[in-house]
């Protein structure tokens, strides 16, 4: 627990000091463990955004679990990608004992238009028919020019060190139930937009049903149902807050079968309908 929670500040601390969002994909079990759910997957406004519109979910896995998964493996001191979203994002390899364990990935940026890429980008090809997102979900991200790169990359590359200092670390220490806690934490993170079932994380976790039901509640104090009721609503809470989606499209990402129902349980778990949730989270940002 103690080094989950020093990783965390670690984490928060680069995530306010560069302005971006940093994910951490554990490609072999071995860290994830360390990180909360919210860095073990990207769950950006713009990057959602992107992802909901003309495949661009698919789009996206196929250039990050192929060109970039491949370049990892040969530039160990990181690089930039552009993908077809018109962002830029920074990938670091992360290592253990000698061996490719996974993949750190900050951003998206908003690459300064008056110069150039790095020449060693790597880059998806343009999509035809595939819209830029809106202005103002680009304005706010963070601008990023060769000038600052240098910058970033070494606090990203020192963020890893820390990373793989405290998996070594952590190695053994109440192995079952930490490793079942971020498993479901992780299962139910990349799955919560779809219909999952309590059956789907037992073959998952390689238990029963029943069994799977009774971890759950002995670890999180909840049912299944309500742990990913909680999940969902947490992540529309974010996108309510901070992208320009409408509710509608907000209840299909998060995996609630309509906006009426997404208003319902909304209201139930938060006490207030997603549009005054939206009101008084935005108006306080513009404080």
Same mark, same amino acid.
């Given at each position: 627990?103690?080094?989950?929670?020093?990783?965390?500040?670690?984490?928060?601390?680069?995530?306010?000091?560069?302005?971006?969002?940093i994910?951490?994909?554990?490609?072999?079990?071995?860290?994830?463990?360390?990180?909360?759910?919210?860095?073990?997957?990207?769950?950006h406004?713009?990057?959602l955004?992107?992802?909901?519109?003309?495949d661009?979910?698919?789009?996206?896995?196929e250039?990050?679990?192929?060109?970039?998964?491949?370049?990892?493996?040969?530039?160990?001191?990181?690089?930039?990608?552009?993908c077809?979203?018109?962002?830029?994002?920074?990938?670091?390899?992360?290592?253990?004992s000698?061996?490719?364990?996974?993949?750190?990935?900050?951003?998206?940026?908003?690459?300064?238009?008056?110069?150039?890429?790095?020449?060693?980008?790597?880059?998806?090809?343009?999509?035809?028919? %595939? *819209?830029?997102?809106? #202005?103002? @979900? +680009?304005?706010?991200? $963070?601008?990023?020019?060769?000038?600052? /790169?240098?910058?970033?990359?070494?606090?990203?590359?020192?963020?890893?060190?820390?990373?793989?200092?405290?998996?070594?670390?952590?190695?053994?220490?109440?192995s079952?139930?930490?490793?079942?806690?971020h498993?479901?934490?992780f299962y139910?993170?990349?799955e919560?937009?779809r219909?999952?079932?309590?059956?789907?994380?037992?073959?998952?976790?390689?238990?029963?049903?029943?069994?799977?039901?009774a971890?759950?509640q002995?670890? %999180? *104090?909840?049912p299944? #149902?309500? @742990? +990913?009721?909680?999940? $969902?609503?947490?992540?529309?809470?974010? /996108?309510?807050?901070?992208?320009?989606?409408?509710?509608?499209?907000?209840?299909?990402?998060?995996?609630?079968?309509?906006?009426?129902?997404?208003y319902?349980?909304?209201?139930?778990?938060?006490g207030?309908?997603?549009?005054?949730?939206?009101?008084?989270?935005?108006?306080?940002l513009?404080?």
């Amino acid at each position: 627990m103690a080094e989950r929670n020093w990783i965390t500040r670690r984490i928060h601390g680069f995530e306010a000091l560069l302005g971006v969002h940093i994910t951490l994909n554990d490609l072999t079990g071995s860290f994830g463990h360390l990180i909360e759910p919210a860095n073990l997957f990207h769950d950006h406004s713009y990057c959602l955004w992107v992802k909901s519109r003309l495949d661009g979910k698919q789009l996206c896995g196929e250039f990050d679990n192929g060109a970039i998964v491949r370049e990892l493996g040969r530039r160990i001191n990181g690089f930039v990608k552009f993908c077809h979203g018109g962002v830029a994002e920074i990938s670091l390899p992360i290592m253990r004992s000698g061996a490719f364990a996974g993949y750190l990935a900050a951003g998206p940026y908003r690459w300064m238009f008056d110069t150039a890429l790095p020449s060693d980008a790597v880059r998806t090809d343009p999509v035809q028919g %595939f *819209s830029p997102a809106p #202005s103002e @979900l +680009l304005r706010n991200l $963070r601008a990023l020019d060769d000038r600052i /790169l240098t910058f970033h990359l070494e606090a990203l590359r020192s963020l890893v060190d820390s990373l793989q200092l405290a998996a070594d670390h952590s190695d053994g220490i109440h192995s079952t139930d930490r490793n079942r806690k971020h498993l479901i934490e992780f299962y139910l993170g990349k799955e919560f937009h779809r219909s999952v079932e309590l059956s789907d994380l037992a073959v998952f976790l390689n238990l029963s049903v029943s069994r799977t039901g009774a971890v759950i509640q002995e670890i %999180f *104090s909840v049912p299944f #149902s309500r @742990l +990913l009721q909680e999940i $969902r609503i947490s992540h529309a809470k974010n /996108l309510l807050q901070y992208s320009l989606l409408s509710v509608s499209e907000i209840a299909g990402l998060c995996g609630f079968p309509n906006q009426n129902y997404l208003y319902r349980l909304f209201r139930k778990i938060e006490g207030v309908t997603p549009i005054d949730h939206r009101r008084k989270t935005q108006r306080e940002l513009a404080v």
